[in-house]
């Protein structure tokens, strides 16, 4: 055998072996997406999501950051600051790949520019229809006109900028965890498909939203992300009074987000997900 096909062999080798990595590699990884794993991943959230209602709740409402009459910024007519900084950051972390990754949803998803980094290759175990699926406008009118009045206190203190910063790592830890329901949905569907497929070939989507809902689990959750809020936002005392100090986020404010909002929408998102499911 003379250079050129010993060269050419070793070429078709190296590819063989690469590809048969790279199969092996999927499969470890879809052999990883379990209930258990998923579920790890939604008490993770939790962690996140309490620590960014935290931090958000050290400013005040700051209202002007949110009135599109305060400010006028040249190619975002109509935008308020706080719509300005959201767009500005997503067009900077699409360039660097956020938005590849199934988990994540852009707020303003329309004219993102294409990521500059080499794509990282994430497991596809979700059905290619949900990357249709974003709801991230119902997430924003939750956030804005429901949630934030319930934690933060009236006032200005001109700190607009990281008010908005806040605003956004709450957004997205919410979006994030919300939208994770595709993939509750699809570890649900794996797990019992013939329960499922009758209702999603009927349409039905009250049938399948009974078949996601288990009140006992809702209940632990809130106790959960109660109790969490109650730890982690606890302020500390050095003095061994045994008393109960004031928390920064009232822990009854992060039940209610998780029982009238978070549960409810990720739902919404499993059962669209699973009516796309059979496409």
């Given at each position: 055998?003379?250079?050129?096909?010993?060269?050419?062999?070793?070429?078709?080798?190296?590819?063989?072996?690469?590809?048969?990595?790279?199969?092996?590699?999927?499969?470890?990884?879809?052999?990883?997406?379990?209930?258990?794993?998923?579920?790890?991943?939604?008490?993770?959230?939790?962690?996140?999501?309490?620590?960014?209602?935290?931090?958000?709740?050290?400013?005040?409402?700051?209202?002007?950051?949110?009135?599109?009459?305060?400010?006028?910024?040249?190619?975002?007519?109509?935008?308020?600051?706080?719509?300005?900084?959201?767009k500005q950051t997503e067009t900077l972390q699409a360039t660097?790949?956020?938005?590849?990754?199934?988990?994540?949803?852009?707020?303003?998803?329309?004219?993102?520019?294409?990521?500059?980094?080499?794509?990282?290759?994430?497991?596809?175990?979700?059905?290619?229809?949900?990357?249709?699926?974003?709801?991230?406008?119902?997430i924003w009118d939750m956030y804005y006109n429901q949630l934030l009045p319930l934690f933060v206190a009236e006032g200005d203190d001109g700190n607009y900028a990281s008010t908005a910063s806040s605003d956004i790592d709450c957004l997205q830890a919410l979006s994030r965890r919300i939208h994770y329901g595709k993939f509750v949905a699809e570890v649900k569907f794996r797990d019992a498909p013939h329960d499922y497929e009758p209702a999603i070939r009927a349409k039905d989507r009250d049938g399948l939203m009974k078949?996601?809902?288990?009140?006992?689990?809702?209940?632990?959750?809130?106790?959960?992300?109660?109790?969490?809020?109650?730890?982690?936002?606890?302020?500390?005392?050095?003095?061994?009074?045994?008393?109960?100090g004031k928390c920064k986020v009232d822990p009854s404010v992060v039940s209610r987000l998780y029982v009238e909002w978070v549960m409810p929408l990720t739902k919404l998102v499993e059962v669209e997900y699973l009516l796309r499911r059979l496409d």
């Open positions: 055998m003379d250079s050129t096909s010993m060269s050419l062999t070793l070429f078709l080798f190296l590819c063989f072996v690469g590809n048969v990595d790279f199969a092996e590699s999927l499969d470890m990884k879809k052999a990883e997406f379990t209930l258990d794993s998923v579920r790890d991943s939604l008490i993770r959230q939790e962690d996140t999501i309490v620590f960014c209602l935290i931090e958000r709740s050290k400013y005040p409402l700051n209202s002007p950051a949110y009135n599109q009459s305060y400010v006028s910024i040249p190619g975002f007519s109509g935008s308020s600051l706080v719509e300005y900084i959201v660097a790949g956020r938005y590849e990754n199934p988990e994540e949803h852009a707020f303003f998803p329309d004219n993102l520019p294409r990521s500059l980094v080499p794509p990282y290759n994430y497991s596809q175990v979700l059905h290619p229809a949900a990357s249709s699926i974003n709801i991230n406008k119902m078949l996601l809902t288990f009140e006992k689990v809702e209940e632990m959750v809130r106790r959960r992300v109660e109790k969490k809020a109650m730890v982690f936002g606890q302020e500390v005392n050095l003095h061994n009074d045994n008393s109960k």
